[in-house]
């Protein structure tokens, strides 16, 4: 018969493992898959790439091709300014809460500061930087500029992919619809209405072009 003492040699605590990863969301999940495990296969389970190991990706951003290695640590918002120098897209907050760091994936918004690189793998991502053609600003961009949809700029961004994924949507929204599609981001100086009225004032251009 074990002795405890052999026992406690050849098991590992859930808090034990998750402090060793550093703990968050990540060390919880893998904590839940690998537990349940013998403590003598953790090794091999940790060596597994689809584990903890860097990963290959090729996605569009703004019409580019682009492949690179990402870590399942990083986030989309990490790429993209650290990797790919596309600055516009913004770090506010980092929790999701503020929308400054807004990009379309596959047509839909997204917190690129939440979102997992590795989730773009074959999709389509668009940032601030890709609105504009041939110096042309995008009819969402116009707006914001000729309406004053901004103060100290730094949500811009945010707010701009925003209303571009509702306009790509609905051409036609009503006051509430923008304000509920925009209700996910977070201007710090509080210039809701000229906002709102820039959103509207697109939507009214992009039906007429």
């Given at each position: 018969?074990?002795?405890?003492?052999?026992?406690?040699?050849?098991?590992?605590?859930?808090?034990?493992?998750?402090?060793g990863?550093?703990?968050?969301?990540?060390?919880?999940?893998?904590?839940?898959?690998?537990?349940?495990?013998?403590?003598?296969?953790?090794?091999?389970?940790?060596?597994?790439?689809?584990?903890?190991?860097?990963k290959?990706?090729?996605?569009?951003?703004?019409?580019?091709?682009?492949?690179?290695?990402?870590?399942?640590?990083?986030?989309?918002?990490?790429?993209?300014?650290?990797?790919?120098?596309l600055?516009?897209?913004?770090?506010?907050?980092?929790?999701?809460?503020?929308?400054?760091?807004?990009?379309?994936?596959?047509?839909?918004?997204?917190?690129?500061?939440?979102?997992?690189?590795?989730?773009?793998?074959?999709?389509?991502?668009?940032?601030v930087?890709?609105?504009?053609?041939?110096?042309?600003?995008?009819?969402?961009?116009?707006?914001?500029?000729?309406?004053?949809?901004y103060?100290?700029?730094?949500?811009?961004?945010?707010?701009?992919?925003?209303?571009?994924?509702?306009?790509?949507?609905?051409?036609?929204?009503?006051?509430?619809?923008?304000?509920?599609?925009?209700?996910?981001?977070?201007?710090?100086c509080?210039?809701?209405?000229?906002?709102?009225?820039?959103?509207?004032?697109?939507?009214?251009?992009?039906?007429?072009?």
């Amino acid at each position: 018969m074990e002795t405890q003492a052999k026992r406690k040699k050849k098991t590992i605590t859930r808090r034990d493992f998750i402090k060793g990863l550093g703990g968050g969301a990540a060390g919880t999940a893998l904590a839940s898959r690998l537990l349940s495990h013998p403590a003598e296969t953790l090794a091999k389970e940790l060596a597994q790439p689809s584990i903890v190991s860097r990963k290959s990706i090729s996605f569009s951003v703004n019409d580019q091709a682009v492949s690179l290695e990402v870590e399942p640590r990083e986030m989309l918002l990490d790429v993209l300014r650290g990797k790919l120098k596309l600055t516009g897209t913004k770090l506010m907050c980092g929790h999701g809460e503020c929308g400054a760091c807004t990009v379309i994936v596959e047509g839909q918004p997204v917190y690129s500061c939440l979102y997992p690189a590795w989730r773009v793998d074959g999709k389509k991502v668009t940032t601030v930087e890709g609105l504009a053609k041939e110096d042309n600003p995008h009819p969402v961009q116009q707006a914001f500029i000729d309406k004053d949809g901004y103060q100290c700029g730094f949500c811009t961004p945010g707010f701009i992919m925003s209303s571009v994924a509702l306009l790509e949507k609905n051409q036609t929204p009503t006051a509430a619809e923008i304000k509920s599609a925009l209700s996910g981001n977070l201007c710090r100086c509080g210039n809701y209405s000229k906002i709102f009225e820039a959103v509207a004032t697109a939507s009214q251009r992009m039906r007429k072009a």
